[in-house]
């Protein structure tokens, strides 16, 4: 009998391993830390920064910690003790305490951990878990399960039985209450939300250390092996192939900045205890864990707080374990050097900190240098592009937000939304994360109006989230959260669509479209184009369709937030409240933060007006209400603005296009307002500070023409085109005359310089000089005659390549002239002939060896050839 009770509890206890789930290791420890660093530790804490890092841990610990009245443990007379885990440090300090039992460097230490223990069964086993709700209850679990499973895992081969078995089985029940109310509910099903996330990470490491522990019961035990399964198929099948797919191979996630970076290292001790515990190595299975890193890099600001996407704001001052163990983990340059610089004595300002760095950091690492990471970043399944100029604090920095999909819980309605810092945000993120679903933040600071985007103001339509009904601010629509990434596809969380994502050293182009934010009888077209041409110059253009114009109100704004009031010029034309709400008739707009400054151009709609809204008391105003935050902002971290600008057309139509140029200054270079429009029927210019950019007036891409006219000389201009014919020749025509050549880059984007003469002048751009096509091929196996092709095969140039002369000959009975002009690499004319008869033996002998395009024309015909010059 007694042989068959042990079959079956041995089946029980191992019969999961059948379905591949990682057998975890009889030995402890399992968690955070291995034996083997653990020996590591024990051999090198006289040696080094790991001494140092050490003697100032211990040194801490014996003066602060063990002192302090409430976890008292001076003295090896243990009657003169007290632990109260009520107290704010308690449970930091059992892990301490136990670490100290790991290393064998304290005398105490065992005594210590015992007491503690036994205090800690006490304080477990008087805990009603029903006496709290909310966040009290979940982080009271999260506590317990953290540095409870650390105490019994550390403490598991050194304290008594009888002490490991009180405490496992104390332990058990909070998990067992954590499992049941958490994660085995519907609300344990949602993978996309970091709060499942983390109580699953939580409970897998309460369960690893519980995971055959002495003092639980067969069906204890039985559970315990079942939880661990139910949270690695969760891990397996949920969590991780969110993860993959959100962070994909550039690192991004799909919620905000800051609680991006309080999840990361809740993950980072999972993919520990499991590697430690199980052998199972996420780090080297799962690709995205290494550009995670990137985080660190691309969500923070140059003043070393992270960007406002999301709810929430940190800031970066010290070595954290994602740094730590990423480094340990891949070697790689980008997290050796944060822990290098944040992991330096000066940013190590309590001892928590310093501990932290004693587990985790890879002492015997090799100094780096900084590793200058890009400075264009855009990870495109979150959405997010972020730009800067340098890695330098002194940087400007602009990022860019459109998600495809919904996210999690903490979403802001914020797709085609942009934010400038220029030593502080200058054109903001506006509210405060005062608390969740709050007033404040339901109607003002997660809604569209509190960002830099566009509104769409209908009286009669209804907003309502989490079940209210909230303020209509005219923006983007929320619905039931995204659960799980299987979702992501699903027409109710459709959000926003990336167009493009183009950068260079000395600009960034993003195109996006965020119709499916909006209500679908409001809008079927936002698309927004923003062009950074670093270090200062920003254009946005946007091109929006309304529906249900006749039939419905309509009353699109385009915002933009600002932490001081902006200065605007023009005259009020309308006062709804007295300095609060102004409406202007100007189109230039000023504003200051800091030691930075931006200046706003409002190039079209020509015919428009703009509404000043803030202050006192208007703040975060919303169709005649303000919705004030409770608390006050620390205003070193969060910048909630103050004021901000509606820029509205006078007259509404259905296609409806707002253009606007912003220059970013500082106190030294202080911005001014600028561009002069130019607009046709195929083409939007706008001429600033000696750039000609140029769009499609209707926002078309894979464009092969833009006209100017006219154009003011006397100046040599940068042409700067965008959306056109990716890879292809172009020609700059002025007043009809071919001035310049060039290519558009695999971006679509073609750069030129263009020296003018005085007067005005008409800019043509179109595509003219391509390279060097076969004749004895035809592409095109159509067998009616294509003109374009007969040029092609009447003219011929040989010998190519030449050492100086190369005959044009045009095959051609009625041709009696024609006329040749060669142009070099960077599109320059080197030379132009107009040759009687149809044969020409140019001479380019003088010229340098190297690449020309010929342009030959004749009759109402133009072809293309591309020929080498050597030596």
Request: hydrophobic fraction near 35%; charge should be negative; proline fraction near 4%.
């Amino acid at each position: 009998m007694r042989s068959v009770f042990v079959f079956l509890f041995f089946f029980l206890l191992f019969g999961c391993y059948s379905q591949d789930v990682p057998i975890v290791n009889e030995q402890h420890p399992r968690l955070e830390l291995s034996q083997e660093r653990f020996d590591w530790l024990k051999e090198n804490i006289s040696l080094g920064e790991s001494q140092e890092t050490y003697q100032r841990f211990k040194s801490s610990y014996d003066r602060n910690w063990v002192t302090n009245s409430k976890t008292y443990l001076v003295g090896s007379d243990s009657s003169q003790w007290n632990y109260e885990f009520g107290s704010s440090h308690a449970f930091q300090m059992s892990r301490m305490t136990a670490f100290l039992l790991k290393m064998g460097t304290d005398g105490l230490a065992l005594q210590r951990c015992e007491f503690i223990i036994s205090r800690y069964v006490e304080y477990l086993n008087s805990l009603n878990f029903d006496n709290y709700s909310g966040d009290t209850k979940e982080n009271l679990l999260r506590n317990n399960c953290n540095y409870g499973a650390i105490l019994l895992d550390w403490t598991y081969n050194e304290v008594p039985q009888a002490k490991r078995q009180k405490l496992s089985r104390a332990l058990y029940r909070v998990l067992e209450y954590f499992m049941d109310n958490y994660v085995l509910t519907p609300s344990g099903n949602s993978y996309v939300t970091s709060h499942n996330i983390y109580n699953c990470g939580i409970t897998m490491h309460a369960a690893l250390a519980l995971h055959g522990a002495d003092g639980l019961s067969s069906g204890q035990m039985s559970d315990v092996n079942s939880w661990y399964r139910t949270l690695v198929d969760k891990w397996e099948n949920g969590i991780l192939p969110a993860f993959a797919h959100f962070r994909d191979d550039d690192g991004g996630w799909n919620w905000g900045a800051a609680y991006s970076m309080f999840g990361l290292p809740r993950q980072y001790q999972f993919f520990d205890d499991m590697k430690i515990a199980t052998g199972k190595d996420y780090y080297q299975d799962q690709d995205w864990i290494r550009e995670s890193i990137n985080q660190y890099w691309y969500f923070y600001r140059p003043d070393y707080y992270t960007i406002h996407l999301g709810d929430a704001v940190i800031g970066l001052n010290q070595a954290n374990r994602v740094m730590y163990r990423h480094a340990a983990e891949f070697g790689d340059a980008r997290s050796q050097y944060l822990v290098q610089k944040y992991g330096g004595a000066e940013y190590l300002n309590n001892t928590n900190l310093v501990f932290q760095k004693l587990l985790f950091k890879d002492f015997e690492a090799a100094t780096v240098s900084h590793p200058e990471p890009p400075l264009d970043w855009w990870a495109d399944k979150t959405g997010l592009a972020v730009s800067r100029t340098s890695w330098d604090e002194d940087a400007t920095m602009l990022w860019y937000y459109c998600a495809p999909a919904k996210r999690a819980d903490h979403e802001h309605r914020d797709n085609n939304h942009f934010v400038i810092i220029r030593d502080k945000p200058q054109i903001l993120d506006a509210g405060y994360y005062d608390s969740y679903a709050t007033d404040h933040y339901n109607n003002y600071y997660s809604r569209t109006i509190a960002h830099n985007s566009v509104c769409v103001f209908d009286a009669s339509e209804s907003y309502r989230a989490f079940g209210r009904s909230v303020s209509n601010d005219g923006g983007q629509i929320w619905t039931d959260r995204l659960e799980n990434v299987g979702e992501v596809t699903d027409s109710d969380h459709r959000r926003g669509e990336w167009l493009k994502f183009a950068a260079a050293d000395e600009y960034a182009y993003y195109i996006s479209d965020a119709a499916d934010s909006y209500a679908s009888n409001k809008l079927d077209r936002f698309e927004r184009r923003l062009l950074y041409h670093k270090p200062d110059r920003v254009l946005i253009l946007d091109h929006i369709h309304l529906l249900n114009t006749n039939s419905r109100e309509r009353k699109a704004k385009y915002i933009n937030h600002f932490a001081n009031r902006p200065d605007i010029n023009g005259q009020i034309v309308n006062t709804s409240v007295p300095d609060k709400i102004l409406t202007y008739n100007g189109k230039d707009y000023k504003a200051s933060h800091g030691n930075g400054n931006v200046a706003i151009r409002t190039l079209l709609p020509e015919a428009s007006t703009t509404t000043l809204i803030g202050g006192n008391n208007y703040e975060y105003w919303v169709n005649g209400t303000n919705y004030p935050p409770n608390g006050s902002p620390n205003l070193d971290l969060e910048h909630p603005g103050s004021w901000r600008i509606e820029v509205e057309p006078s007259e509404l139509k259905e296609d409806l296009v707002f253009l606007h140029t912003i220059k970013i200054g500082d106190n030294q270079n202080s911005s001014n307002a600028g561009g002069e429009l130019h607009q046709n029927e195929s083409s939007i210019g706008v001429d600033w500070e000696n750039h000609l950019y140029l769009f499609h007036a209707n926002g078309d891409t894979l464009n092969t023409s833009y006209t100017i006219n006219p154009l003011d000389g006397n100046r040599t201009i940068k042409i700067f085109a965008v959306d056109m014919q990716a890879n292809t020749s172009f020609g700059v025509f002025v007043n009809d005359e071919l001035a310049r050549t060039g290519d558009s880059n695999e971006d679509g984007i073609f750069e030129i310089t263009v020296d003018l003469a005085e007067g005005m002048h008409k800019i043509v751009v179109r595509d003219t000089i391509a390279g060097d096509p076969n004749p004895d091929t035809d592409p095109d196996p159509d067998p009616t005659p294509d003109p374009d092709e007969e040029a092609e095969r009447e003219v011929k140039v040989y010998p190519n390549p030449s050492n100086g002369i190369f005959t044009v000959l045009v095959e051609h009975e009625e041709v009696s002239e024609f006329r040749v002009s060669a142009f070099d690499s960077a599109g320059r004319k080197v030379t132009e002939y107009l040759n009687s008869g149809n044969r020409l033996d140019l001479n380019m002998n003088g010229l340098s060896s190297g690449v020309y395009y010929l342009l030959i024309q004749y009759l109402d015909k133009q072809v293309k050839r591309k020929v080498i010059l050597v030596d």
